[in-house]
């Protein structure tokens, strides 16, 4: 679970990584991308405004133009110079629809107004734009913008000469929604026409909506170039003076020139989203390439925790974590190693149950091929104590368990002393066999020497235990025939048993021998003719056994200068 | 220059001499006015006129004067005429010219015309009249009609000759087409005596001339090359 958490917490730091870098990136290109749709747009408005002034130029050239040749018609000089003024009115609305003015005014040389097609009742009123007179007094092209009424227009004012100056003769074209909205149409742009009145910026003509236009109005910077907020967003504007008074007012809104960056948006952002799908699962690979020989090493851990010393972690990895793996396999080899020998040292342990230390080691140090199941001959031994079942009713355990003590102290170095195997203890019982699992040339004379050893060796023991009062005795029995040999019992427990006739047929000799007596089968006896002194006992009935069996009682061994058993002794 | 002093000064004593011989008046003075700019250029084509409220009216002369057009242009620019001269307007030129006049001292009109018009036109009154011509918005011509017989033009050097003065007490104006301010207002007064000319100094500020430019292309208001 903790590896798991150590995986998600990669994940989780590579992905954070990875938005913060693409969030970072974003906000690079986003601002980038604004940057550059401002300067596009400023770069748009310069030159919209250089191109629309030109045109607002010849524009006003045209007016002019158109103005001067309406001043230059004969009857209008006629009815002026003649101060018809019914007549002037009449032509002045005549030549206003020639030219589609909104508005032509004639202006006697001191600044009055003698004729106006928009208000004929302005009559004798005073110019509303003498400063324009003034100016046509030394110029040619006299126009401007002014406002009039409140409303816009593109005034010229040219001279009405016959031949010298006898009226002025103004022509205004309406600057109003229309207007704007036609130069839109050129330009592309938003476009206002905004005066200055007293302080107060008024916008007279515009393409922008109403709540626009009053924001425009309110927010109008003083200088030539500017931001404005607008319900759409901000709007880029460019300034530029068309009269003495009133500005025209370019704008476009930034939101239109982040268009391109708008739709291309959704692109970027499954880009980013794709990005970020390869990333998650960039990360769970890499995560998992981290985590997985750490993991694998804690299996490994978990492993030798539950005692498998076997199996190494396999980390093909030529890093910090490879090497760890690496030390980790040197430990299994180190703690395999260890076991070996405790196993050794206890199935050595185990062998010496039954074998000498010799052989025990022998077995050990070898393979334990010798102790896989066989038949072979055997010579097998079993003794007893005499009168042992009264005793041990009788007496209280400590001195039950100390007259085994010392019995089995006085018999058991015997067993291995004579190379025989020690098949079982069963309290005061024992069983010996010789022969097996390492074949000696002798196992008979064997048998016979170490139980005569033996039946000597008790003798001290049994006088004592026979002072104290408890009359007990040895007795043996031997036999040799064929066996089946082997490993019995179940792991932790296993015993080396011999099953087979002989064992039974040595069981019965031990029980039928008296105190003090070795019997022996005939079998036996053949072999060792010539080694012992014994005596025959008639055939005696055994459980088991459908004939009664010749047996011989050994009572010693006969002197003889054979040194093995001298050398055996002290081996 | 000291031919132009010496014609002068033959005139003079011719003029001298014709005043002498005069049977009417034994002896009369003259006015030598100079006119010039307020920067003090000599003004020509400047009227300065001497009246006195004891002079007799100008007296027309027999022959019509003329103003003609030629090269489309009022020939000459000023004309000075006492009042009730004819003046014929003989048309020079290949095309025909449209003369008129909206001006109050003589208002008239000689509808496009080819030649030498039948009838002249009589400036009957006084005053400044300012003749154009429709088809040629630059052609502007003035014809000065003096209420005295006293008056006389500048030339290019700004000076004026007015003579055959009786001695005594008289007004002397200036007039230019393109004089700032009023004409009346110029007024001197000079005690005319017989020999020893008066001498006036007159300095008027000019407007720029204001008329259509001839070329299409010209300059606002360009003097026509005459």
């Known amino acids: ?571 | 220059m000291r031919r132009r002093l010496a014609g002068a000064a033959l005139v003079a004593i011719l003029t001298a001499a014709v005043v002498r011989l005069s049977p009417a008046q034994t002896a009369t003075g003259r006015v030598d006015a100079v006119v010039s700019d307020d920067r003090g250029k000599p003004v020509a084509d400047a009227v300065v006129s001497v009246t006195s409220p004891v002079a007799p009216p100008a007296a027309p002369p027999a022959a019509p004067a003329v103003m003609d057009q030629q090269n489309k242009e009022f020939v000459p620019h000023v004309l000075t005429v006492a009042v009730g001269t004819p003046v014929a307007f003989p048309n020079r030129d290949n095309i025909r010219h449209h003369v008129y006049s909206f001006s109050s001292a003589k208002r008239f009109e000689l509808p496009l015309y080819i030649g030498t018009p039948a009838a002249p036109v009589v400036f009957d009154r006084p005053g400044v009249v300012v003749l154009g011509c429709n088809i040629h918005d630059w052609m502007v011509g003035y014809v000065y009609v003096a209420g005295t017989p006293y008056f006389a033009k500048t030339g290019l050097d700004g000076r004026a000759r007015v003579g055959a003065l009786p001695p005594g007490t008289y007004e002397a104006r200036v007039w230019h087409p393109r004089m700032k301010g009023d004409p009346e207002k110029t007024s001197q007064p000079i005690a005319v005596t017989a020999g020893e000319p008066d001498h006036l100094t007159f300095v008027v500020g000019l407007k720029p001339e204001q008329r259509a430019p001839r070329r299409p292309d010209g300059p606002t208001y360009d003097r026509p090359q005459s």
Not at chain 1, 476 to 482: F, K, L, P, S
Not at chain 1, 495 to 503: E, K, M
């Open chain 1, 1 to 571: 679970m903790r590896f798991g958490s150590f995986r998600s917490r990669l994940v989780v730091v590579f992905l954070g990584v990875f938005v913060v870098i693409q969030a970072a990136g974003y906000v690079v290109v986003a601002a980038f991308v604004r940057a550059n749709a401002r300067h596009a747009v400023e770069d748009e408005l310069r030159l919209a405004s250089t191109l629309f002034v030109r045109q607002l130029e010849v524009r006003d050239h045209e007016l002019v133009t158109a103005t001067r040749l309406l001043s230059g018609d004969f009857a209008l000089k006629t009815a002026t110079a003649t101060a018809d003024y019914a007549t002037t009115a009449s032509v002045l609305e005549n030549h206003r629809r020639r030219v589609d003015a909104d508005l032509l005014m004639l202006v006697s040389l001191d600044g009055v107004i003698v004729a106006d097609t928009h208000r004929p009742e302005r009559r004798a009123a005073p110019f509303p734009a003498p400063r324009l007179i003034e100016k046509a007094e030394t110029e040619r092209d006299v126009s401007d913008v002014v406002v009039i009424d409140g409303r816009l227009y593109r005034l010229a004012v040219v001279p009405l000469l016959a031949p010298e100056p006898i009226a002025w003769l103004g022509a205004g074209f309406a600057i109003d929604d229309p207007t704007a909205a036609e130069l839109r149409r050129l330009s592309g742009l938003h476009v206002s026409f905004v005066s200055r009145q007293d302080g107060r910026a008024v916008v007279h003509a515009s393409t922008l909506a109403e709540p626009d236009r009053e924001a425009l109005a309110r927010q109008l910077p003083s200088r030539t170039a500017g931001v404005m907020h607008a319900r759409g967003g901000e709007h880029l504007l460019r300034l530029e003076l068309v009269g003495r008074d009133v500005l025209v007012v370019l704008q476009r809104p930034l939101a239109e020139a982040l268009a391109p960056f708008d739709r291309l948006l959704p692109i970027l952002l499954a880009v980013a989203g794709t990005g970020l799908v390869l990333a998650l699962l960039g990360a769970v690979l890499v995560a998992r390439r981290v985590s997985e020989p750490v993991l694998t090493l804690a299996a490994g851990a978990r492993r030798v925790a539950a005692g498998d010393f076997t199996t190494p972690v396999r980390i093909e990895q030529r890093d910090e974590l490879g090497e760890l793996a690496t030390t980790f396999n040197e430990m299994l080899g180190g703690l395999r190693e260890h076991e070996r020998v405790r196993d050794e040292l206890e199935r050595t342990a185990r062998l010496k149950r039954f074998f000498s230390p010799q052989l025990a080691d022998l077995l050990s140090a070898g393979d334990e091929s010798l102790l896989a199941s066989h038949r072979r001959e055997i010579t097998v031994v079993f003794c007893d104590l005499r009168g042992f079942t009264a005793f041990a009713e009788a007496a209280d355990p400590e001195e039950v368990m100390q007259l085994l003590h010392e019995y089995h102290d006085a018999i058991g170095p015997l067993v291995f002393v004579h190379d025989g195997t020690l098949e079982r203890f069963t309290g005061d019982g024992l069983m010996v066999f010789f022969n097996d699992p390492v074949p000696c040339p002798d196992p008979a004379a064997r048998a016979v020497r170490m139980t005569v050893a033996m039946r000597d060796a008790v003798q001290p023991l049994l006088r004592h235990w026979r002072r104290r009062g408890y009359a007990l005795g040895f007795g043996a029995g031997i036999a040799t025939g064929v066996a089946t040999i082997g490993r019995i019992g179940f792991e932790g427990r296993l015993d080396y048993a011999a099953i087979g006739t002989v064992s039974n047929l040595s069981a019965r000799l031990c029980q039928e021998a008296r105190d003090g007596q070795i019997l022996v089968s005939q079998q036996v006896h053949a072999e060792i003719e010539s080694l012992v002194d014994a005596t025959p006992v008639g055939p005696v009935p055994l459980r088991g056994f459908a004939r009664p069996v010749v047996v011989y009682d050994v009572r010693g061994l006969r002197a003889e200068p054979g040194p093995p058993a001298a050398q055996r002794a002290t081996g």
